[in-house]
C-alpha cells in the first residue's frame, strides 16, 4: 500500500491531506484508501480530504480554499 499523500499540508500549526482523485480512483479501491487514511489519522492527521482532479484540475484556488476552510473547522 502507498502511504504517499498527493498533497501533505501544514495551516496554522496543523496537518492535514488533500487528495487528488483522478480516474485510478476506483470504488474497487476504496477499502485500500479508507485504510490508508485510518492510517494517516492514527498519526494525528485529523484531515483527509478527496477532491476530483478535474476539479483541481480547473478551479485549483476554490480548491484549496475549501480544504483550508475544512481545515479551520476540524481544528
Not at 485504510?35 to 478527496?50: A, D, K, M, W
Request: net charge negative; proline share 5%; with cysteine.
Amino acid at each position: 500500500m502507498n502511504l504517499e499523500p498527493d498533497f501533505l499540508i501544514c495551516y496554522q500549526g496543523n496537518w492535514g491531506i488533500l487528495e487528488v482523485d483522478g480516474p485510478f480512483h476506483t470504488p474497487q479501491r476504496r477499502v485500500e484508501e479508507q485504510e490508508r487514511e485510518r492510517y494517516f489519522r492514527h498519526h494525528c492527521i485529523r484531515v483527509v480530504e478527496r477532491f476530483d482532479a478535474q476539479r483541481c484540475e480547473q478551479e485549483p484556488t476554490q480548491v484549496v480554499e475549501e480544504f483550508l476552510q475544512i481545515m479551520n473547522k476540524m481544528y
